[in-house]
Structures are given as structure tokens and as C-alpha cells.
């Protein structure tokens, strides 16, 4: 399934040119849908192969591929990436329009699925930031555009990741009760390894208090010795019993 999205910016409009999208359906009683996706210069299979062996039996996952595009950190060499980016820490400039146009990618793959399912994101490294990002986007009832976030989002879990356009965020909120109730009751996991040595421990830390300090009162933040920039199997078993109770999935393991 390919897919694009346009994003609008200062006159200009790019397409961006997804990949394919790789679809993990439940075994059991389909309560939840999370879009999951991959770090830089991955794509969704990887992950959904991954996905498919979790004991999680009542969730679809949606695996996306970024589009490939030119990256700053790379010298402007193409692959898979979400957004551009100058450095892995959320330090650089924001590319807003990549940002954008990915979380409204993610957001359409959700908006389609039945009213009474719950929705989340989740993701890997800058995966992670998407995911992250679309959090602040859904409480704020908007993309960094202003356009609509179309989406309720119950949950979101960001792995070895960080938070994009952290340095806007407090501004942004300032004057709005609604954003600030929405962004205490929405539960985000983040976890993230103290050997990471492409997304640094400390990035992450720092996601996490901006994030806690303008109302993301319900984040958890999971911190594992000796990890570097990978999941093992203790991280992912504790995304699952961290999503079953987030989200209130019945009989969800096997």
C-alpha cells in the first residue's frame, strides 16, 4: 500500500511518498489498533515480524514505511526517515512540514478504524519521536500547521527516542484547560536504554520532564542498565503488560 501526504509550508507544497504499510492483525478480540513505527533508515516489516510474536492477542498493529528522503545527518544521502534531521537529540532545527506530514500519515491510518476500538502509537528511536509528537498533537487538537488532529489517542509508548519541538511546547499549551486535561489523562510509556549511544539517555530524560512539566502527568518513564540502541525481550514484555493495563484489554495474553 503506497501512500503520500502533502504538507503545506511558506508557499510550497511537498509530496512525501510512504512505503508499504505492513498490517499485524489480532488473534483474539479486536480491542485496540497502534500504528508502530521504525527507526532511521528501517521500514514496518522488520517491525511487524517482531509485533507478530508478542502475546498481545487483541491488538491490530499497522506497521508504516517512511518515506526515503535526504537527511541532514547522513550529508543529505536518502533513506527511510520520518522527518529530516540535523542531529538525534531534538537539538537541531524542527522540520516541521516532515514532522506534519508524518503525524497526519499515521493519524489517517487510524482514522479509518471502527469507533469503539482505541487507538495508540508507538515507535523506535525516531519512530519514537513521531509518536511523541503526535501526543502533543492530539492535545493540542492540532498539527504543528494548524490543521485538525483528527484522532483520540488512549495511548502512546516511545522507545529510545525523544520529543520534537520540545522548546515550543510550553508556549503552545499556556491558556489552554482542554489541552492541559488532555494531556493528563493521556498514558505514555517511554523507555529508554542508559548505553544508547545514537539516541543518548539523557535526550530521552529531557523528553520526559518536558514532557511532565507542562501536564503529561500520566508518563512513565522506564529506564534499563546496560541497553543500547535496540529492544530485548524485557523491554517489549514490559510494553505489553504496560499496554494492557493502559488501555484495559481483556484476556489480551497468551
Given at each position: 500500500?503506497?501512500?503520500?501526504?502533502?504538507?503545506?509550508?511558506?508557499?510550497?507544497?511537498?509530496?512525501?511518498?510512504?512505503?508499504?504499510?505492513?498490517?499485524v492483525r489480532p488473534k483474539g478480540?479486536?480491542?485496540?489498533?497502534i500504528v508502530w513505527l521504525h527507526?532511521?533508515?528501517?521500514?514496518?516489516?522488520?517491525?511487524?515480524?517482531?509485533?507478530?510474536?508478542?502475546?498481545?492477542?487483541?491488538?491490530?498493529?499497522?506497521?508504516?514505511?517512511?518515506?526515503?528522503?535526504?537527511?541532514?545527518?547522513?550529508?543529505?544521502?536518502?533513506?527511510?526517515?520520518?522527518?529530516?534531521?540535523?542531529?538525534?537529540?531534538?537539538?537541531?532545527?524542527?522540520?516541521?512540514?516532515?514532522?506534519?506530514?508524518?503525524?497526519?500519515?499515521?493519524?489517517?491510518?487510524?482514522?479509518?478504524?471502527?469507533?469503539?476500538?482505541?487507538?495508540?502509537?508507538?515507535?523506535?528511536?525516531?519512530?519514537?519521536?513521531?509518536?511523541?509528537?503526535?501526543?502533543?498533537?492530539?492535545?493540542?487538537?492540532?498539527?504543528?500547521?494548524?490543521?485538525?488532529?483528527?484522532?483520540?489517542?488512549?495511548?502512546?509508548?516511545?522507545?529510545?527516542?525523544?520529543?520534537?519541538?520540545?522548546?515550543?511546547?510550553?508556549?503552545?499549551?499556556?491558556?489552554?484547560?482542554?489541552?492541559?486535561?488532555?494531556?493528563?489523562?493521556?498514558?505514555?510509556?517511554?523507555?529508554?536504554?542508559?548505553?544508547?549511544?545514537?539516541?543518548?539517555?539523557?535526550?530521552?530524560?529531557?523528553?520526559?520532564?518536558?514532557?511532565?512539566?507542562?501536564?503529561?502527568?500520566?508518563?512513565?518513564?522506564?529506564?534499563?542498565?546496560?541497553?543500547?540502541?535496540?529492544?530485548?525481550?524485557?523491554?517489549?514484555?514490559?510494553?505489553?503488560?504496560?499496554?494492557?493495563?493502559?488501555?484495559?484489554?481483556?484476556?489480551?495474553?497468551?
Open positions: 500500500m503506497n501512500n503520500s501526504a502533502s504538507s503545506s509550508g511558506s508557499g510550497t507544497t511537498r509530496t512525501f511518498e510512504f512505503g508499504r504499510t505492513h498490517v478480540n479486536h480491542q485496540a489498533t527507526g532511521l533508515g528501517d521500514k514496518g516489516s522488520s517491525w511487524s515480524q517482531l509485533l507478530e510474536t508478542l502475546p498481545l492477542q487483541n491488538i491490530k498493529w499497522i506497521c508504516p514505511t517512511a518515506p526515503t528522503r535526504p537527511v541532514a545527518i547522513f550529508g543529505g544521502h536518502p533513506c527511510t526517515a520520518w522527518f529530516d534531521v540535523a542531529d538525534l537529540s531534538g537539538d537541531g532545527p524542527d522540520d516541521l512540514e516532515g514532522l506534519d506530514a508524518s503525524a497526519a500519515h499515521v493519524a489517517n491510518l487510524l482514522s479509518t478504524e471502527p469507533a469503539n476500538i482505541k487507538l495508540g502509537i508507538g515507535g523506535f528511536s525516531m519512530g519514537a519521536a513521531i509518536a511523541l509528537y503526535s501526543a502533543t498533537c492530539h492535545i493540542l487538537g492540532k498539527y504543528g500547521n494548524g490543521n485538525l488532529y483528527p484522532v483520540n489517542l488512549s495511548a502512546v509508548v516511545g522507545l529510545s527516542g525523544w520529543l520534537p519541538c520540545s522548546r515550543t511546547l510550553r508556549n503552545k499549551m499556556e491558556g489552554s484547560i482542554q489541552a492541559v486535561r488532555r494531556a493528563a489523562s493521556l498514558p505514555i510509556l517511554m523507555c529508554h536504554g542508559l548505553a544508547d549511544d545514537v539516541v543518548a539517555y539523557k535526550h530521552g530524560e529531557r523528553s520526559a520532564h518536558a514532557l511532565n512539566s507542562v501536564g503529561f502527568r500520566n508518563l512513565t518513564f522506564q529506564t534499563y542498565n546496560g541497553l543500547g540502541h535496540y529492544t530485548i525481550p524485557e523491554e517489549t514484555d514490559g510494553v505489553c503488560n504496560w499496554l494492557t493495563a493502559s488501555l484495559g484489554l481483556q484476556g489480551s495474553r497468551s
